[in-house]
């Protein structure tokens, strides 16, 4: 199983193919807030443990293992931002808090989640029924801490 940071590096990789094609130290770099060398040095560690191939002139290419895990990744943080937006979590928290909770939660946890948000998505009035009680509780607070 790969540890947190492993699978950081795994997501962002697959995005990078996915999107651009390739991934580059120096990209991966930029998308994770990290300097190239800490890159090298986990590629290297992802390249040992058989999720993907690293060679210095060639760049970086998923293993079938590495693509199968980054599609996994990829979905499972994509199925927690679409959960806090539904629950109406404010925009500019939501990356954050994905990247803070996504690799906390059992396969188990992200697959119920994944029928709650099916739940949601399938029947909108749901969504707006919740959007009521949201509304009522900030009413509530409102009255109670003025
Ligand atoms: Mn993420």
Known sequence: MPTPSMEDYIEQIYLLITNKGYAR???IAEALEVHPSSVTKMVQKLDREN??????YR???L???GRKIGK???ERHDLLERLLQIIGVDKDNIYEDVEGIEHHLSWNSIDRIGDLVQYFEEVPERIADLKLIQERNEEEEETTHP
């Open 59 to 61: 760049g970086i290419n």
């Open 25 to 27: 130290v120096s990209d």
């Open 51 to 56: 999720y993907l191939d690293y060679e210095r």
């Open 72 to 74: 996994r990744l990829v």
């Open 63 to 65: 293993t079938a293992k």
